[in-house]
C-alpha cells in the first residue's frame, strides 16, 4: 500500500506554493482555481446530517476511515470556501485519525488564511474543521 | 458629478475629521461601505474618549465629590442635548441603553408586561432580527399574536394590508425606519397616525435613519423611538430609548438594581423616577457624554445636504450597478436611500465579498440579519455597499473597478 505523505511536510509544501504569490489576489485566484478543480461531493451525500451551517456559506462534509485511514470529500455553495476545503483535503486526507487529531494545521495561520477559520468569520469552515477532528476521534475510538 | 459640486458642505473636509478613514489595507486605501452595520468615529468623538477616562471618570449620581459631579454634570449635558436633538419634551424622555436591540427587549418586557393574552403586535416583512425575536419571545411569553406586514417585490410595505391588520386588538406596532438590507424609507409618518386611530402605540426601530436624516419625534408622534450610539458616529455599547413620558410613567422597570431605586427595604423597593427608573446600575458613563459629542459633531453639519448627498451616492451607485450582466439590485423603493444591496447569478455574496476585501473595499454579506427578507427574494444573501457622508463618487468608482476584477476572477 502505499505511504501517505507525512502531514507537516503536505502543509510545508503548501507554505511554499503560496510563497511564489505576490499579493492577495493572486493568492485567491489560485483557491479560486482550487475551489473549481475541487471533485464534488456525490449529491446524495449532500444530506443535512452532512451540512455544516455557516452564517456566511454552507459546508457538506463526508468522512470515512478506509484502511486505518481517514477519507474525507466536502463540497461548499461558496467557492473561496472551496478552494480551502481544498487546502484542507489536501492536508488531512489519507492521515491516520491520530494524527488528524493531534495536528495543529499551522499551515492555515502561515499562509494567512487565519481569518476564514476565526469564529467571527463563521462561514462554516471552523466547523468543517472541527467536524474532520471529530470524525477522526470517533473513528478512533471506534477501533 | 455635478451633483456634489453643488454641495453645501465639503466632502474632503468631513473626511479629515475621521482618521479610520485614512488607512490602507492590504496595502490598498479603505474604502469604507458598510456604514449600515457601525459608522467611523470623528475626531471630537476619539478626543471625547479620550479625554473623559484621562480626566473624568467617576462613578456619576452618587458622588459627593468633584469628579463625579462633573462626571454627573456631562452625562446629564448628553441627554439634554440628545433630547433637543430629538426634539423631545423632556430630558425625562431619554432612556439610555445599550442600543437598539436592548431599546427594543426594554420595551417588550416592560410595556410588553402591560398587555394580556390576545393582544396583537404588528411588525412587517423588512425588520431586522432585533425587532422580531424580541416580540416572539414576548408573544410567547404571554400569549400575544405577532402579526407581520408583507411587502412588494420593490421592497415596501404593503399599506392596505397594514390598514386589514389593524385593530382594537393591535397594542403596538414596530416598524423599521430604514431598512438596512433595502434601503427602503418608510412612510413612518403616516403609519404612526394609522396605529393610534385603533389606538395602538407606535415603536420606531431607527437604526439606521437617526444618521441619515433629522429626527422630531413630536412631529413623527411616535410612542418609542430607538437607535444605537455607533451607528450615529459615537462609540459602540450605548444607545437611546425615546419614550412619551406619560407611557414611560405607566410603564415597570425593566431591570433591578442600583440606581434606579427610590428606596430599598427587604419587605419593598420603591423606584427612582424617569429616566433613572429604566437605567439599573452603573451605565456607560464615557458612552453616553460621547454620543452627546457625536451629536454635537452631526449638528455642526447641514443634514439637507447630507441627505442629498447619501441620495446621491446610491443613485449612481445603483446606476453604475445595473449595468452588469447578471446583477440584481435588490430592493427598488421610490423612497430609497444610502443602501444597495444585490445579488449576481451563479455567485456566492461570500465570494464577492472576500475578493472586495481583499482590494481594500468594506463591504456586508450575508443576510444581514433579515433571514425572513432574505427568503422572501429566495436568496442566500446579498453584498450591501451602505454609505454615510463621508462616502465619495471616486470611491463608487474605485469600488465598480473592483467589483469587476473581482468577478472576472470568479468567471
Not at chain 1, 487565519?114 to 468543517?128: A, C, F, I, K, T
Not at chain 2, 429626527?215 to 437611546?240: A, E, M, Q, W, Y
Not at chain 2, 451602505?386 to 476584477?405: G, K
Amino acid at each position: 500500500m502505499e505511504t501517505s505523505m507525512d502531514i507537516n511536510k503536505i502543509q510545508e509544501e503548501i507554505i511554499s506554493e503560496f510563497e511564489m504569490f505576490d499579493d492577495w489576489m493572486e493568492k485567491y485566484e489560485y483557491l479560486i482555481e482550487l475551489g473549481k478543480d475541487l471533485p464534488i461531493i456525490a449529491e446524495e451525500l449532500k444530506t443535512e446530517d452532512r451540512l455544516i451551517e455557516g452564517c456566511q456559506s454552507r459546508v457538506w462534509l463526508n468522512a470515512v476511515l478506509i484502511d486505518g485511514e481517514m477519507s474525507f470529500s466536502a463540497d461548499s455553495d461558496a467557492i473561496i470556501t472551496k478552494g480551502i476545503i481544498g487546502l484542507l483535503i489536501r492536508v488531512m486526507n489519507h492521515q491516520k485519525p491520530e494524527i488528524i487529531a493531534s495536528n495543529d494545521l499551522f499551515f492555515i495561520k502561515e499562509i494567512g488564511l487565519q481569518e476564514h477559520l476565526s469564529p467571527s468569520r463563521s462561514n462554516g469552515l471552523v466547523g468543517m474543521v472541527k467536524r474532520m477532528k471529530l470524525e477522526a476521534i470517533k473513528s478512533l475510538n471506534k477501533k | 458629478m455635478s451633483a456634489l459640486q453643488n454641495l453645501p458642505f465639503n466632502v474632503r473636509e468631513i473626511r479629515e475629521q475621521f482618521p479610520a478613514l485614512r488607512q490602507q489595507v492590504y496595502g490598498k486605501n479603505l474604502i469604507y461601505f458598510d456604514n449600515g452595520a457601525t459608522s467611523q468615529k470623528p475626531q471630537l468623538v476619539l478626543d471625547a474618549i479620550n479625554h473623559y477616562y484621562s480626566k473624568e471618570n467617576a462613578n456619576i449620581h452618587r458622588g459627593v465629590h468633584y469628579l463625579s459631579q462633573r462626571a454627573t454634570t456631562e452625562y446629564e449635558a448628553a441627554r439634554t442635548r440628545i433630547q433637543k436633538h430629538l426634539n423631545a419634551k423632556s430630558s425625562n424622555e431619554i432612556i439610555f441603553t445599550k442600543g437598539t436591540t436592548d431599546g427594543i427587549n426594554l420595551v417588550a418586557s416592560s410595556f410588553g408586561n402591560m398587555l394580556q393574552a390576545g393582544d396583537e403586535i404588528i411588525i412587517s416583512a423588512m425588520e431586522h432580527h432585533s425587532n422580531i425575536v424580541p416580540w416572539q419571545m414576548l408573544c410567547e411569553r404571554k400569549g400575544l399574536i405577532l402579526r407581520v406586514i408583507p411587502i412588494n417585490f420593490e421592497g415596501e410595505i404593503l399599506q392596505d394590508e397594514y390598514e386589514k391588520l389593524l385593530s382594537k386588538k393591535t397594542k403596538l406596532v414596530a416598524i423599521t425606519h430604514i431598512s438596512n438590507t433595502l434601503g427602503t424609507v418608510n412612510p413612518i409618518k403616516e403609519m404612526i397616525t394609522k396605529a393610534h386611530n385603533v389606538g395602538a402605540k407606535f415603536l420606531v426601530d431607527g437604526a439606521q435613519s437617526i444618521q441619515h436624516m433629522s429626527i422630531d419625534v413630536r412631529d413623527l408622534n411616535c410612542d418609542f423611538f430607538v437607535f444605537s450610539s455607533h451607528k450615529v458616529f459615537g462609540p459602540t455599547g450605548i444607545g437611546v430609548l425615546y419614550g412619551k413620558e406619560d407611557l414611560l410613567d405607566q410603564m415597570p422597570p425593566y431591570q433591578g438594581g442600583g440606581d434606579m431605586i427610590a428606596k430599598v427595604t427587604f419587605e419593598r423597593t420603591t423606584y427612582n423616577e424617569l429616566p433613572y427608573k429604566f437605567e439599573a446600575g452603573t451605565p456607560h458613563i464615557a458612552g453616553g457624554i460621547c454620543l452627546g459629542k457625536a451629536f454635537e459633531y452631526i449638528e455642526s453639519i447641514d443634514f439637507k445636504a447630507v441627505e442629498v448627498h447619501e441620495r446621491a451616492l446610491a443613485k449612481y451607485a445603483s446606476q453604475v450597478l445595473e449595468t452588469f450582466e447578471g446583477l440584481t439590485i435588490i430592493g427598488d423603493a421610490k423612497n430609497k436611500t444610502s443602501v444597495v444591496s444585490f445579488s449576481l447569478k451563479g455567485l456566492h455574496p461570500f465570494d464577492i465579498g472576500t475578493l472586495l476585501d481583499k482590494q481594500g473595499i468594506a463591504v456586508r454579506t450575508g443576510h444581514h440579519c433579515t433571514q425572513p427578507l432574505m427568503d422572501f427574494y429566495k436568496i442566500p444573501g446579498t453584498v450591501r455597499a451602505s454609505f454615510a457622508f463621508y462616502n465619495t463618487i471616486e470611491e463608487i468608482d474605485a469600488f465598480v473597478i473592483a467589483l469587476e476584477r473581482s468577478l472576472n476572477m470568479l468567471k
